[in-house]
């Protein structure tokens, strides 16, 4: 109603002007909405920000950096006297508000218990409070978690509790920070953080099903994460399932594999060559993929004194430096060769941040860490050592080493204590989450993508140009190194140690792909996964170069100069002749101009292995073994005539439409538009659909002119069988 004056008047609306009345509540609603969170958002805002280094795609052990900070102008400070915590937790749901209860509920694992082996979390989860002076005194705190996969069993308050995370079971960060303004009491906040996506343990985050052309893989670990930003892009752009799998093996191991034809594709720096040698050589077309860089990294810390970082927490290195000469007595004899010689001076002179010998080592890391296996890096490091350090590149008791391929096989050999020789990155990374943040210095002898992806620090090395400054791996640094990388006859390019530009151990990674067709266990061409792996190569090789995160543990995109490389090897893949013939199978049916065979006999080749040359995949009618179940007669008058006779007793012919062969001869067309039909309505009403009216006609008009064909041939069929 509206009042105008002193009426009354009352408004009826017709039905066209109904629907307005939803639509503007519909919109009132959504004002409302839109509005409300800015005037609550700005009477709860937190006296703080937090900010979480890693919480998608984590591996059990992972090292998760949080870091708070409080807001600037608000006067807060980290409270000192009660310290801040952060807490895994599960994931009730996404909008559980959760309490300090919760802490002490068995929702939230309790501090001291661990989710996995590598989840040995650094002094409780708690947050170290810096800097301790200046003008940002108290305003910042950093956590270092390892977010385990598995589950933690405790007890608390005489209760048992048990809490599982992983990629089926999702848990949070839920944090308590603990804030004073002023001199005022402290404030605690309970805030939910990140829910922590872990990695599968099978199949690739964002990808579904497996494609039956898949192309197989195989490759280093230190590829893993290229191949799983590669992979994740094409499945969510072309909404897919992964044109490729990938089972990683040590490098050595990998090439042989594919070598032996066990897969369609592998990775590697290096082609075929000694220490990479395998039994077979599978011929194999080298498709740069990126870059990449031998790398020396080290991890753990060193304590810091003047404020800017907690007095109680081991400071990570921002920079290290180690000349050839140091790197060569490292990893050729043992570190504390390096740390207990007069070598030892020169490393505290270029490391400043050091504050004494004792810091060079870590005690929980007996020994520099490498990789076992043919490795290219232990080849291209090794080569640069032999070549620019070979008084140092020697075994602890002085004896020459030379390049070397496989630290667990050198001669002389590396002996217990001197490397720590892992398998692989996921040995290697138990120890490096574990004491990534520990008291002291561990040296790591591994590739640029897998330091990055590990939070390792990568040593700098002598400028090549003997400029007296240092280098480090960076996307600048390694394009500069190309051009002046050494060619291999077999196409691929490997450094120089005497190169003159950029960082010096830079190297290539290749897609080993096969020069010939992919073909099955008949030898038959297997067109699909063809398709597919060429398909993949052009991808990473082009619009895949900008899928390459470095920082994350992906590899440096090709320069101008290799991606014509690869343009050029792509169209090498599968060109090349077979390794074998494939025979099709027969694609003629079977006649009756056998010379006798046992009914439902096979028609496969003759015992001696040679066709008719006929394709119809009968047997050699000239050989009476091919047939033995009939003797051979000779031809004659008699045998002849007696031939035909039987020949017009029994014509055979072949099976018709439907086996009945009164449709076969009269009603095929009718039959057929009845198959037609009913085939249509079955699929229609299976899938909830009403029948239409035409298919309904066709169907029965079908369905009345065969049953008045097979009225008609009932008769003759029955004096036939009578007669017969």
């Not at 579904?208 to 499945?235: E, F, I, K, N, Y």
């Not at 093996?249 to 594999?257: M, V």
């Not at 590990?454 to 002598?462: N, Q, R, W």
């Not at 290749?510 to 398909?535: E, F, I």
Request: glycine share 10%; proline share 9%; aromatic share 8%.
């Amino acid at each position: 109603m509206t009042r105008i004056g002193h009426r009354t008047r009352t408004y009826v609306l017709g039905h066209r002007w109904i629907g307005v009345i939803p639509v503007l509540s519909l919109l009132l609603t959504v004002v409302v909405w839109v509005a409300e969170p800015e005037g609550s958002a700005a009477q709860t805002s937190d006296p703080f920000t937090v900010a979480v280094s890693e919480s998608d795609d984590l591996v059990s052990g992972q090292t998760v950096e949080v870091n708070v900070q409080t807001v600037a102008g608000t006067g807060a400070v980290v409270y000192a006297g009660t310290p801040s915590r952060v807490y895994t937790c599960r994931l009730v749901d996404e909008t559980y508000t959760y309490t300090e209860a919760d802490f002490t509920n068995g929702n939230c694992v309790t501090i001291g218990a661990h989710l996995s082996e590598g989840d040995s979390s650094l002094d409780g989860d708690r947050f170290h409070r810096f800097p301790d002076e200046g003008s940002e005194h108290g305003q910042r705190g950093i956590a270092i978690l390892r977010p385990g996969v598995g589950t933690a069993n405790w007890r608390l308050g005489g209760v048992d509790y048990s809490m599982t995370c992983g990629p089926d079971d999702p848990c949070r960060f839920v944090y308590q920070i603990y804030t004073q303004t002023g001199i005022s009491d402290p404030v605690s906040y309970v805030r939910p953080g990140p829910v922590l996506g872990y990695r599968p343990t099978s199949g690739v985050t964002g990808c579904d099903g497996q494609s039956p052309d898949v192309a197989t893989s195989t490759m280093p670990d230190r590829l893993q994460d290229a191949w799983l930003s590669w992979t994740r892009d094409v499945c969510q752009t072309t909404d897919s399932p992964p044109p490729t799998s990938a089972f990683f093996a040590p490098e050595g191991t990998a090439l042989n594999s594919f070598a032996a034809g066990e897969f369609d594709l592998t990775y590697s720096a290096v082609g075929y060559r000694p220490g990479f040698d395998p039994p077979t050589r599978r011929p194999m077309v080298p498709v740069p993929i990126g870059l990449n860089a031998v790398v020396v990294a080290v991890g753990g810390g060193y304590p810091v004194v003047d404020g800017s970082w907690p007095t109680d927490f081991p400071k990570p290195h921002s920079e290290f430096r180690l000349t050839n000469q140091h790197l060569a007595t490292l990893f050729g004899q043992w570190e504390q060769a390096l740390v207990f010689s007069d070598q030892s001076n020169e490393v505290l002179a270029n490391n400043l941040q050091i504050p004494g010998l004792n810091y060079l080592l870590n005690s929980n890391v007996g020994a520099a860490l490498a990789l076992t296996g043919p490795q290219s890096t232990t080849l291209f490091a090794s080569t640069r050592f032999d070549t620019l350090a070979p008084d140092d590149w020697k075994s602890a008791a002085g004896v020459a080493r030379g390049v070397e391929t496989d630290f667990n096989a050198a001669d002389p050999p590396h002996m217990t204590g001197e490397l720590d020789l892992k398998t692989g990155r996921p040995d290697l990374a138990r120890i490096v989450y574990r004491e990534l943040y520990s008291q002291g210095t561990y040296y790591v002898l591994t590739d640029l993508a897998t330091a990055n992806a590990l939070g390792l620090t990568v040593v700098s090395i002598p400028d090549p140009a003997n400029t007296g400054g240092w280098v480090t791996p960076t996307a600048e640094t390694l394009a500069a190194a190309v051009p002046q990388m050494q060619h291999q006859q077999d196409g691929t390019l490997v450094p120089d140690p005497n190169t003159t530009a950029g960082y010096p151990l830079t190297y290539v990674e290749y897609a080993m792909a096969p020069a010939q067709p992919l073909v099955d266990a008949n030898c038959a061409p297997r067109t699909g996964s063809q398709q597919q792996l060429g398909a993949w190569l052009e991808y990473v090789t082009t619009e895949g170069q900008g899928q390459l995160p470095l920082e994350d543990g992906g590899l440096v995109p090709l320069t101008t100069d290799l991606q014509t490389d690869a343009a050029n090897a792509l169209a090498q893949v599968g060109s090349s002749p077979p390794a074998c013939t494939h025979t099709p199978p027969p694609t003629t049916p079977p006649t009756t101009q056998n010379t006798g065979g046992a009914p439902g006999s096979s028609y496969g080749p003759p015992a001696n292995g040679s066709g008719s040359g006929s394709g119809s995949g009968l047997g050699n009618r000239s050989d009476p073994s091919a047939n033995p179940d009939t003797p051979t007669r000779p031809a004659t008058p008699d045998t002849v005539d007696e031939a035909l006779e039987a020949a017009k007793e029994d014509k055979v012919k072949l099976p018709g439409l439907t086996g009945i062969r009164a449709i076969n001869t009269l009603w095929s067309p009718a039959a057929l538009l009845l198959i037609v039909a009913l085939t249509t309505a079955v699929a229609l009403a299976t899938a909830g659909y009403q029948m239409p009216t035409a298919v309904g006609n066709v169907a029965r008009r079908g369905a009345s002119v065969a049953d008045r064909g097979l009225r008609r041939m009932r008769p003759r069929r029955s004096v036939r069988k009578v007669t017969g």
